[in-house]
């Protein structure tokens, strides 16, 4: 289920990206009290109550030909357009000013539902400033101050009223559901007309081609899928050119959507840096992971090449060590036989359960093998493990002191259910509490 999208917009310098911190709960925008600091949109996976959302950050939008203004309007306008809720933010130490009424008039056409946030409100004594932007058109203002975080429940509260209720997905529960994601160029397209069997997708040398997400329902040996392919994520200050209506908020739209997440790179061109972030965006989601090396007819190949491929992308994912990897060429369809199989196989894992009398015995076979750590003599005391949910499998081990549970220890018995289970292909999470 892809969740909802709230895109913060608003003039320079009005306290976006305060606002934006405050609700995404860290400090992600680089706040500066000068116009213009936020060139990119940035996004964040937030939630308020019951409800989970991403919330885009935007550059300002104003009239004037100082540098970046260009760019910072398209990725406003690019941000407006995927957002199923904006939240205009405004000055009321400034009142209404024509940039203000500049941003509304492009608000207006975006017929998006819009709320309407008075930053700067930092005492009571200022509510009267809220009335004047009763003439912006969108109805009754919310008060709020970013800064010391006044009325920011009642803004999401505002907001999360006009999420769409329906963005379920209409397929079948066991229908697969998996995605591709790369960089431009490395052949998701092509890719996907070699599964499919037939050409579906537009395919070409252009970097860029595919403008959004496309899904597509087969079947094969009894089994239901569908593939959504996306567009190539650009490097930052390459993704949002006018011209270019996808973006990365759109493949992690894709991916929120999936069960199993391919991450397609370039055998010809090999690794970049911009690969690793693309994975880190699966490897966060808790989605299934695949790393599809594409082109592999065009690289020169002896005895020991794809071994050398294996420790090379052990070597720059170590995040995602548990993605199995398929070598393939998506245009002379060699190999391409081993990648449904692997997709299935990670689906079942992803969703795999396991006892848990089971379980407890490995953890206590570990702890065994490997003593609990202490800490200024308080030594970790495991009681029981239990698994709480799958899509990623979520296992809560119950402590003495959650604190003493160090990220090397939770690795170890990471390492030991996978050696027990498998899971290959699928993040395990492991959660600490105090038993009661």
Known sequence: MAKPIIAIVGRPNVGKSTIFNRVAGERIS???????????????????????????????????????????????????????????????????????????????????????AVNKIDNPDMRENVYDFYTLGFGEPVPISGA???????LLDKACEHFP???EDDY?????KFSLIGRPNVGKSSLTNSILGEDRVIVSNIAGTTRDAIDTAFT?????????????????????????????LRALKAIERSDVVLVVLDGEEGIIEQDKKIAGYAHESGRGVIVVVNKWDAVEKDEKTMKKWEEKIRDHFQYIDYAPIVFL????????????????????????????????????????????????GNRLKIYYCTQVAIKPPTFVIFVNDPELLHFSYKRFLENRIRDAF??????IRIIARTRK
Do not use: C
């Open 329 to 376: 060429s998506a245009i002379t369809k060699k190999r391409i036989h081993n990648l449904l199989p692997v997709i299935q196989q990670v689906s079942e894992n992803h969703s795999l359960r396991v006892q848990t009398n089971v379980l407890n015995d490995v953890i206590m076979d570990a702890v065994a093998m490997n003593p609990t750590p202490t800490d200024k």
């Open 172 to 176: 079948d529960e066991d229908t697969i």
């Open 220 to 248: 094969r040996e009894g089994q239901e899928y569908v593939i959504i392919d996306t567009a190539g994520m650009r490097k930052r200050g390459k993704v949002y050119e006018s011209t270019e209506k996808y973006s990365v």
């Open 422 to 427: 498998g899971f290959e292909g699928t993040p």
């Open 165 to 167: 209720t329906n963005i």
């Open 30 to 116: 680089i706040v500066e009290d000068v116009p213009g600091v936020t060139r990119d949109r940035i996004y964040s996976p937030a939630n308020w109550l019951n409800y989970e959302f991403n919330i885009i950050d935007t550059g300002g939008i104003d009239i004037g030909d100082e540098p970046f203004l260009e760019q910072i309007r398209q990725q406003a306008y690019i941000a407006i357009d995927e957002a199923d809720v904006i939240i205009f933010i405004v000055n009321g130490r400034d009142g209404v000013t024509p940039a203000d009424e500049e941003v509304a008039n492009i608000l207006y056409r975006s017929k998006k539902p819009v709320v309407l």
């Open 148 to 154: 010391h975080g006044l009325g920011i429940g009642d």
